[in-house]
Protein backbone atom coordinates (compact mmCIF):
# COMPACT_ATOMS: atom_id res chain seq x y z
CA UNK A 1 0.00 0.00 0.00
CA UNK A 2 2.89 2.14 0.68
CA UNK A 3 4.58 1.56 -2.49
CA UNK A 4 1.56 2.17 -4.34
CA UNK A 5 1.09 5.72 -2.65
CA UNK A 6 4.86 6.51 -3.13
CA UNK A 7 4.03 5.83 -6.69
CA UNK A 8 1.17 8.13 -7.00
CA UNK A 9 3.27 10.78 -5.16
CA UNK A 10 6.14 10.78 -7.84
CA UNK A 11 3.81 10.38 -10.50
CA UNK A 12 2.01 13.25 -9.56
CA UNK A 13 5.65 15.52 -8.93
CA UNK A 14 6.41 14.38 -12.37
CA UNK A 15 2.95 15.28 -13.96
CA UNK A 16 3.42 18.98 -12.22
CA UNK A 17 7.11 19.78 -13.22
CA UNK A 18 6.19 18.85 -16.76
CA UNK A 19 3.12 20.77 -17.15
CA UNK A 20 5.36 23.65 -15.20
CA UNK A 21 8.35 22.64 -17.67
CA UNK A 22 6.23 22.82 -20.65
CA UNK A 23 4.81 26.28 -19.52
CA UNK A 24 8.53 27.82 -18.81
CA UNK A 25 9.28 26.29 -22.43
CA UNK A 26 6.67 28.37 -24.30
CA UNK A 27 8.62 32.20 -25.21
CA UNK A 28 7.09 34.34 -22.96
CA UNK A 29 7.21 38.31 -22.48
CA UNK A 30 7.61 40.21 -18.96
CA UNK A 31 6.46 43.22 -18.15
CA UNK A 32 5.22 45.70 -15.63
CA UNK A 33 2.13 47.81 -15.52
CA UNK A 34 0.95 51.01 -12.96
CA UNK A 35 -1.91 52.68 -12.43
CA UNK A 36 -3.14 55.50 -9.56
CA UNK A 37 -5.58 57.90 -8.59
CA UNK A 38 -6.06 60.77 -6.04
CA UNK A 39 -9.10 60.89 -4.23
CA UNK A 40 -10.38 62.85 -1.44
CA UNK A 41 -10.93 61.74 2.06
CA UNK A 42 -14.30 61.44 2.92
CA UNK A 43 -13.97 59.93 6.71
CA UNK A 44 -11.86 61.71 8.83
CA UNK A 45 -11.24 60.52 12.84
CA UNK A 46 -10.90 64.15 15.02
CA UNK A 47 -9.32 62.83 18.61
CA UNK A 48 -10.80 65.28 21.01
CA UNK A 49 -9.09 65.40 24.76
CA UNK A 50 -10.46 66.61 27.51
CA UNK A 51 -8.36 67.62 30.84
CA UNK A 52 -9.10 69.41 33.95
CA UNK A 53 -5.60 70.08 33.49
CA UNK A 54 -5.79 72.42 30.91
CA UNK A 55 -8.33 74.30 32.79
CA UNK A 56 -6.66 74.48 35.73
CA UNK A 57 -9.54 72.69 37.67
CA UNK A 58 -11.53 75.51 36.84
CA UNK A 59 -14.13 73.22 34.87
CA UNK A 60 -14.45 69.32 35.85
CA UNK A 61 -14.38 67.01 33.00
CA UNK A 62 -18.20 66.75 33.08
CA UNK A 63 -18.49 70.07 32.27
CA UNK A 64 -16.05 70.35 29.23
CA UNK A 65 -18.02 67.36 28.17
CA UNK A 66 -20.98 68.83 28.37
CA UNK A 67 -19.73 72.14 26.72
CA UNK A 68 -18.47 69.92 23.92
CA UNK A 69 -21.59 68.09 23.17
CA UNK A 70 -23.64 71.43 23.20
CA UNK A 71 -21.34 72.93 20.59
CA UNK A 72 -20.73 69.74 18.37
CA UNK A 73 -24.74 69.73 18.09
CA UNK A 74 -24.50 73.24 17.47
CA UNK A 75 -22.20 72.63 14.12
CA UNK A 76 -24.61 69.32 13.24
CA UNK A 77 -22.42 66.06 14.61
CA UNK A 78 -24.90 63.30 15.51
CA UNK A 79 -23.34 62.73 19.07
CA UNK A 80 -24.74 59.34 19.21
CA UNK A 81 -23.85 57.99 15.76
CA UNK A 82 -20.61 60.00 15.19
CA UNK A 83 -19.15 60.34 18.95
CA UNK A 84 -17.50 57.34 20.64
CA UNK A 85 -15.24 57.48 24.16
CA UNK A 86 -11.85 55.99 23.84
CA UNK A 87 -10.53 55.87 27.78
CA UNK A 88 -11.07 57.97 30.90
CA UNK A 89 -7.69 58.47 33.55
CA UNK A 90 -6.99 60.56 36.27
CA UNK A 91 -3.49 61.44 37.99
CA UNK A 92 -4.68 59.90 41.36
CA UNK A 93 -1.18 57.39 41.05
CA UNK A 94 1.22 60.30 40.98
CA UNK A 95 -1.16 62.61 43.79
CA UNK A 96 -0.62 59.64 46.28
CA UNK A 97 2.90 59.79 45.61
CA UNK A 98 3.45 64.00 45.12
CA UNK A 99 0.94 65.11 46.95
CA UNK A 100 -0.46 66.65 43.93
CA UNK A 101 -3.98 67.58 42.84
CA UNK A 102 -6.02 65.45 40.90
CA UNK A 103 -7.43 65.56 37.55
CA UNK A 104 -9.77 63.40 35.17
CA UNK A 105 -9.03 63.41 31.60
CA UNK A 106 -11.21 61.43 29.14
CA UNK A 107 -10.34 61.24 25.12
CA UNK A 108 -12.87 61.45 22.67
CA UNK A 109 -13.09 60.29 18.80
CA UNK A 110 -15.15 62.39 16.40
CA UNK A 111 -15.76 60.77 12.92
CA UNK A 112 -16.69 63.32 10.26
CA UNK A 113 -17.12 63.38 6.19
CA UNK A 114 -15.32 66.51 4.92
CA UNK A 115 -13.02 69.26 5.29
CA UNK A 116 -15.60 71.92 6.08
CA UNK A 117 -16.96 69.70 9.21
CA UNK A 118 -13.31 69.02 10.58
CA UNK A 119 -12.38 72.63 10.07
CA UNK A 120 -16.44 73.23 12.00
CA UNK A 121 -15.36 70.88 15.01
CA UNK A 122 -11.57 72.58 15.23
CA UNK A 123 -12.85 76.07 15.14
CA UNK A 124 -16.42 75.03 17.18
CA UNK A 125 -14.26 73.71 20.12
CA UNK A 126 -11.75 76.20 20.15
CA UNK A 127 -14.24 79.01 20.65
CA UNK A 128 -15.24 76.91 23.84
CA UNK A 129 -11.49 76.94 25.18
CA UNK A 130 -10.95 73.14 24.26
CA UNK A 131 -7.49 73.12 22.07
CA UNK A 132 -6.62 69.83 22.81
CA UNK A 133 -7.93 68.33 19.33
CA UNK A 134 -6.05 66.43 16.48
CA UNK A 135 -6.10 64.45 13.55
CA UNK A 136 -5.74 61.07 14.16
CA UNK A 137 -6.64 59.39 11.21
CA UNK A 138 -8.10 59.68 7.67
CA UNK A 139 -9.55 57.41 4.55
CA UNK A 140 -11.41 57.13 1.64
CA UNK A 141 -14.49 54.52 2.54
CA UNK A 142 -14.50 53.43 -1.03
CA UNK A 143 -10.75 52.96 -0.97
CA UNK A 144 -11.52 48.77 -1.88
CA UNK A 145 -13.67 49.29 -5.07
CA UNK A 146 -11.32 52.20 -5.99
CA UNK A 147 -7.89 49.96 -5.61
CA UNK A 148 -9.87 46.81 -7.25
CA UNK A 149 -10.28 49.64 -9.96
CA UNK A 150 -7.10 50.71 -10.48
CA UNK A 151 -5.52 46.79 -10.49
CA UNK A 152 -7.35 46.10 -13.39
CA UNK A 153 -5.79 49.36 -15.27
CA UNK A 154 -2.47 47.95 -14.36
CA UNK A 155 -3.35 44.87 -15.89
CA UNK A 156 -4.14 46.54 -18.55
CA UNK A 157 -1.07 48.68 -19.28
CA UNK A 158 1.12 46.04 -18.76
CA UNK A 159 -0.47 44.26 -21.46
CA UNK A 160 -0.67 47.22 -23.90
CA UNK A 161 3.06 47.51 -22.96
CA UNK A 162 3.47 43.91 -23.81
CA UNK A 163 1.75 44.79 -27.10
CA UNK A 164 4.05 47.64 -28.18
CA UNK A 165 6.99 44.91 -28.02
CA UNK A 166 5.41 42.31 -29.88
CA UNK A 167 3.66 44.34 -32.45
CA UNK A 168 6.93 44.99 -34.87
CA UNK A 169 7.25 41.72 -34.41
CA UNK A 170 4.35 40.34 -36.38
CA UNK A 171 3.30 38.49 -33.12
CA UNK A 172 0.21 38.55 -30.50
CA UNK A 173 0.43 38.59 -27.04
CA UNK A 174 -1.37 35.42 -25.50
CA UNK A 175 -2.84 34.69 -21.78
CA UNK A 176 -0.72 35.62 -19.10
CA UNK A 177 1.08 32.83 -17.18
CA UNK A 178 2.04 34.90 -13.40
CA UNK A 179 0.77 37.95 -12.27
CA UNK A 180 2.83 39.17 -9.36
CA UNK A 181 1.06 42.80 -7.62
CA UNK A 182 3.73 44.64 -5.23
CA UNK A 183 2.28 46.52 -2.48
CA UNK A 184 3.58 49.81 -1.66
CA UNK A 185 3.79 50.51 2.08
CA UNK A 186 4.36 54.06 1.70
CA UNK A 187 1.18 54.89 -0.12
CA UNK A 188 -0.78 52.55 2.20
CA UNK A 189 0.83 55.68 4.78
CA UNK A 190 0.16 58.35 2.82
CA UNK A 191 -2.23 60.85 4.20
CA UNK A 192 -3.59 58.63 7.15
CA UNK A 193 -2.44 60.56 9.52
CA UNK A 194 -0.84 63.44 7.80
CA UNK A 195 -1.74 65.00 4.49
CA UNK A 196 -3.29 68.48 6.15
CA UNK A 197 -3.22 71.72 4.79
CA UNK A 198 -4.08 74.97 6.55
CA UNK A 199 -5.43 77.44 4.10
CA UNK A 200 -4.80 81.14 5.51
CA UNK A 201 -7.42 82.58 2.30
CA UNK A 202 -4.92 85.27 0.83
CA UNK A 203 -4.24 82.35 -2.48
CA UNK A 204 -1.24 84.63 -3.26
CA UNK A 205 1.00 88.23 -1.67
CA UNK A 206 -0.80 89.24 0.89
CA UNK A 207 -0.57 93.22 1.32
CA UNK A 208 -0.39 94.90 4.55
CA UNK A 209 -3.68 97.09 3.86
CA UNK A 210 -5.22 92.94 3.60
CA UNK A 211 -6.41 91.88 6.99
CA UNK A 212 -5.73 88.23 8.10
CA UNK A 213 -8.99 86.18 8.28
CA UNK A 214 -10.12 85.12 11.41
CA UNK A 215 -10.67 82.11 10.81
CA UNK A 216 -8.20 78.85 8.93
CA UNK A 217 -9.84 76.71 6.35
CA UNK A 218 -8.38 72.69 6.61
CA UNK A 219 -8.30 71.07 3.87
CA UNK A 220 -6.85 67.53 2.99
CA UNK A 221 -4.48 66.85 0.55
CA UNK A 222 -6.19 63.87 -1.92
CA UNK A 223 -5.09 60.32 -0.80
CA UNK A 224 -3.31 58.46 -3.59
CA UNK A 225 -4.07 54.74 -4.53
CA UNK A 226 -1.70 53.16 -6.69
CA UNK A 227 -1.53 49.19 -8.03
CA UNK A 228 2.09 47.86 -9.42
CA UNK A 229 1.59 44.32 -10.93
CA UNK A 230 4.38 41.86 -12.89
CA UNK A 231 2.48 40.15 -15.18
CA UNK A 232 4.03 37.13 -18.09
CA UNK A 233 2.25 36.92 -21.18
CA UNK A 234 2.63 34.04 -23.62
CA UNK A 235 3.89 35.28 -26.80
CA UNK A 236 2.06 33.56 -30.09
Known sequence: MKQLLYALLAFASVNSFSQTKNSIDKPFIEVSGQADTLVLPNKIWINVLLSEKDSKGKKSVEDLEKDMFSKLKEIGINIEKEVTINDMSSNFKNYLLKQNDIFKSKSYSIIVKNAIE??????????IGISNVRIEKIENIDEKKIKLLINGKAI?????TAESFTKPLN?????SIQISNF??????????????VVNTGY????????????E????????KISSSVQVRFLIE
Open 183 to 196: EDISQQLYGRAAGI
Open 118 to 127: TSNVFIGLEK
Open 216 to 223: PVIEFEKI
Open 171 to 175: QKVGN
Open 203 to 214: GGKRYESESAPS
Open 156 to 160: LNAKL
